[in-house]
């Protein structure tokens, strides 16, 4: 029985030991994280070959904050934001959310964080429940996680229901009876339903008409500001992406080849996969030149990625170096980060 207690003791001074290390203005640190996925096995369960969905991602998110992570399909992105609140167990690397290390939290452990930790899905149509009311939908949490007394779980519901842009006669009514902005006001009332402190945004307007996107944006900046929450933003659409956040993150094939401000990723742009993401970005005006950078090849596959630069087999300017040397990610101004050999030799 000692032992036991000497063993909790010795686990508590050292996640105290660890945390002095911690950044303490970050609600988020995330540090080299990594996950990978097996694909093939040997009869004795050994992995074989592994797919590298996220690879020595690093970042922080203060408060208040919002981070918008960018990139093409299969970079990654939504695998990240699932790693981070622990849907998919971390293959390596740390993730601390509010000066505590998570990254080795069993779902029991887990549990107490659920409350500060919500995501919103991508697809409104399948992440609600057909069977259920909305009232139920949004009831749920808040009686599992006990945030009001049962007899006021109403009208904190009602009130909740306001405030995301529902009408309280839409209380009785089911999922199917909504259109695609509507349930997705109903998704972004469930994640806040708990009042989290951080809400990752998995591709929230992509399902969306234009308009309605327009509407589901200033409603997330809204609930930011009266909520205070603090969002990471994962969006394919730059456009929305410079619209809605602070700092943005690119992502290529798992890993993150440049990451700063929105004013220095948008006015200066140093990766070449940043640049030609921009270049991609429609023009409104007909009579405007498009300097249009085509990346040419098809993307490798994250079972089995290029050796050195992971870009260097579509970027225009790869030389022999890059097809050899993994380029560091190193800072190039004031917090602007980035992973690129042309970098380095223009420094």
């Given amino acids: 029985m000692s032992s036991e207690k000497l063993t909790e003791f010795e686990k508590d001074a050292l996640r105290e030991e660890a945390s002095l290390d911690y950044d303490p203005d970050a609600l988020l640190e995330i540090r080299h994280l990594r996950k990978c996925f097996p694909i093939k096995k040997s009869f004795t369960g050994k992995v074989l070959q592994e ?25 990654g992105k939504t695998t990240l934001g699932r790693t981070i609140l622990k849907l998919h167990e971390p293959s390596g690397g740390q993730i601390i959310f509010n000066g505590e290390d998570i990254t080795n939290y069993g779902s029991k452990e887990m549990r107490h964080l659920r409350t500060d930790m919500q995501i919103i899905f991508q697809d409104p149509y399948s992440s609600l429940p057909p069977r259920a009311t909305v009232g139920d939908i949004l009831s749920e949490p808040v009686l599992v996680h006990g945030i009001v007394p049962k007899e006021e779980v109403k009208s904190y519901v009602l009130d909740l229901m306001e405030k995301c842009g529902l009408r309280d006669y839409y209380y009785e009514r089911y999922p199917h009876e909504f259109s695609g902005g509507q349930r997705q006001r109903i998704c972004i009332a469930r994640a806040l339903s708990v009042n989290p402190k951080l809400v990752i945004c998995d591709e929230p307007v992509s399902a969306l008409d234009v308009s309605i996107q327009a509407q589901i944006i200033n409603l997330l900046k809204s609930l930011q500001k009266t909520m205070n929450l603090t969002y990471l933003f994962i969006s394919h659409d730059l456009s929305v992406v410079k619209f809605i956040s602070d700092r943005i993150g690119v992502m290529y094939l798992g890993s993150m080849v ?34 249009r950078i085509v990346l040419k090849g098809d993307i490798p596959s994250p079972a089995n990625p290029p050796s050195g630069c992971r870009f260097h087999t579509r970027c225009p300017y790869a030389t022999a170096k890059c097809a050899e040397v993994v380029p560091e990610y190193k800072e190039y101004g004031d917090g602007h980060f980035a992973a690129c050999h042309l970098l380095e030799e223009d420094k």
């Fill in 51 to 75: 797919l590298i969905a996220v690879d020595d991602v690093s970042f922080k998110l203060r408060p208040g904050e919002t981070i918008g992570i960018v990139g093409e399909s299969g970079c």
């Fill in 258 to 291: 440049e990451f700063g401000s929105k004013k220095d990723i948008f006015s200066n742009p140093l990766h070449p996969y940043t640049k030609a993401l921009f270049s991609a970005i429609p023009n409104p005006n007909p009579d405007e030149k498009m300097n």
